[in-house]
Structure formats: structure tokens, C-alpha cells
């Protein structure tokens, strides 16, 4: 095809109009109760460890997790409430949804709103077991063991949440099954032992479905493990109010940054693995809010981060121009 043919053709898709709404699953009639059974430990109780307690070790441990201001996050569904009941039982749960789309700022909101530490692990393909569990470790005074951040938050009593699991080897996901079914338990094969999930434990795992592939995908041993919600960009109205508070652009130039997103979107599946998402729609706000013209933050916040083919980032500037 042509180049100025297949220029316009990129064009051409970018008009077109696809509503995003977020989806969830299906509001539940009444909220479980938030009494926890959980088993007796069996080997080392993480009660061991004075509970969360303030001034106990446990407390003093993970301070650091703790969020320390309320996140800003928009709710536009019934996601928050259904986390509340799925942590009020310790449910495992999975968020799915495209890159940027604010499920991260979604766990940091509801650990602050619950007031529960978060541990953070951004996954990699060179991510071991041992990464996440632990490791003795060698020091001027021998050998000493070392929990990994999954053993810490089940040892103490925290929110472990797994940031893009699927980048991890499925070798290593394995390593949370034993935490995310009813023995709520972590084996530490190395040392001997057996962590009991602390009663404030709970673990969160994201993804982006998108990305999938059969040699970067869950098993279906480790999905059926979770409850899900599923997470997209929010509509126009809700994505402008949030890319206007956290930019500090008006919310006129935040709505013309995302139907320039908007537009990015229909382009996936034809040039573009993702469209824009919404971080990158409040880079470039961030930009403007400093005095850098619209054009020239567009173009280096939006267009020239998410391709190199010469077509799409002329389809992608023509979107830029229309609007600034």
C-alpha cells in the first residue's frame, strides 16, 4: 500500500468513535460479614510477632509500607465496594485492564482507605521464587535468612500486590498458590518452615490482558485463585475530570487530550499495540500546566513515546492538530 494511501487510511480509523466504559463483575446483594476465619499456624503464627499493634515489631516493620496521604482516585463503577467486601473475607484478587488505566493508583487508594500497609513487587522474567519468598543471606556474622516481600506481608500483615504477575516466570507464580486458597499458608522449603498468613494478609496480582500470549499468560490453576475486576479507560466526561486534577490543566484542554486519546485507541490493532492511556494524557497536561506549548507537549508526551512508524505519527499528529 501507498504510503500517502495507507497515511490516510490510519486517519481515517482515528475518527471513528468506540465508547470505553469500565466494566465490572456483577454488584453483590449483600456484603459478606467481615469476621475472618483463619487456620492455626503450623509452625511460626505471625501472631509470634506482636500483630500490627502500634509499637509492636510488626507495626514498627512496616511503617514504610504504609501509605501516608489519600491517593487521589476516581471511582466510576462499584469497584471500590467490591474490594472492600473481598478483602473483608481475604479474597485474592486480580485486576485486568489495558496499561495506565489506574490500577495501581486504585490499590494504593483502597490500602490507604483501609489503612493497611501495601507492599509493592514490580514483576520481571528474571524474577525467581526466591525473590519473592526469601533467601539466606551471608554477612560478617555467617548466615542469616532474608523473607522476601511476599513472606513479609503474609508474616506481618500487609497487601502484597504483584504488578504485572505475567512478566514473572509461571515457575515463580507458582509460589503464591499455597497463599491464595484456604490454607493461607507460605512454605518456606530453604529454611523449614511455614508461614500462617497473618489475618491482615492479603494478596493483589495485576495484568494486562492485552499483552497475552501463550508463552506470557496465567495459568489456569493460578486465575481460578482469584476474584477479578476488570479495568478500563474510564468515559470521556470522568477521564478529563482526572487528567484535569492531576495535571492542572483547565478541564478544556484536559477533554481535547483525551479525544486525542480517544482517537489513539481506535488506531489498536492497526499500527498501535495500545492507544494512549491515561498516565500519558497527564504527562502531557503536566507539560502545558508548566507553560510548554500544546502542540510540543502532545507531540512529546503522546506521539513520540508510543511509535516510530513515520504513518501512524503523522495520523497521530493530524489528531494533535485538530484539537490544539
Not at 148 to 172: K, N, S
Not at 220 to 240: C, G, I, M, N, W
Not at 299 to 313: G, K
Request: with cysteine; net charge negative.
Amino acid at each position: 500500500m501507498a504510503a500517502p494511501r495507507r497515511g490516510a487510511l490510519l486517519k481515517e480509523i482515528a475518527m471513528r468513535h468506540d465508547d470505553y466504559v469500565r466494566t465490572y463483575a456483577p454488584r453483590q446483594d449483600s456484603r459478606p460479614a467481615r469476621s475472618v476465619s483463619v487456620m492455626q499456624a503450623a509452625h511460626r503464627p505471625a501472631a509470634d510477632f506482636g500483630g500490627t499493634t502500634t509499637g509492636s515489631p510488626a507495626a514498627s516493620a512496616l511503617d514504610a509500607y504504609r501509605v501516608p496521604q489519600e491517593p487521589y482516585y476516581r471511582g466510576v463503577s462499584d469497584e471500590i465496594d467490591l474490594y472492600e467486601a473481598a478483602y473483608s473475607v481475604r479474597l485474592p484478587v486480580m485486576l485486568k485492564g489495558p496499561t495506565g488505566c489506574g490500577k495501581t493508583r486504585f490499590v494504593e487508594y483502597m490500602a490507604w482507605k483501609l489503612g493497611k500497609p501495601l507492599v509493592t513487587v514490580a514483576c520481571n522474567e528474571d524474577m525467581t521464587a526466591s525473590d519473592l519468598v526469601g533467601r539466606f543471606l551471608l554477612d560478617a556474622s555467617g548466615t542469616r535468612w532474608q523473607d522476601g516481600p511476599l513472606a513479609m506481608a503474609a508474616r506481618l500483615g500487609a497487601i502484597c500486590y504483584l504488578d504485572e504477575v505475567v512478566e514473572a516466570r509461571q515457575d515463580t507464580t507458582v509460589a503464591i498458590h499455597p497463599l491464595t486458597d484456604a490454607r493461607r499458608i507460605l512454605p518456606l522449603e530453604k529454611k523449614g518452615e511455614i508461614i500462617q498468613a497473618h489475618p491482615d494478609f492479603q494478596l493483589v496480582i495485576s495484568y494486562n490482558p492485552g499483552y497475552q500470549s501463550l508463552m506470557k499468560d496465567l495459568k489456569q490453576s493460578t486465575k481460578q485463585r482469584f476474584a477479578a475486576l476488570d479495568f478500563h479507560y474510564p468515559e470521556h466526561e470522568v477521564e478529563a475530570e482526572i487528567v484535569a486534577h492531576e495535571s492542572g490543566v483547565g478541564l478544556d484542554v484536559a477533554k481535547n487530550l483525551v479525544h486525542i486519546a480517544e482517537r489513539s485507541r481506535n488506531l489498536k490493532g492497526h499500527g498501535l499495540d495500545e492507544g494512549l492511556s491515561t498516565r500519558m494524557l497527564i504527562y502531557a497536561g503536566s507539560l502545558i500546566a508548566q507553560g510548554v506549548a500544546p502542540l510540543g507537549a502532545c507531540r512529546m508526551a503522546l506521539v513520540r513515546p508510543i511509535t516510530d512508524d513515520p504513518d501512524m505519527r503523522d495520523a497521530l499528529d493530524a489528531a494533535v492538530t485538530t484539537y490544539f
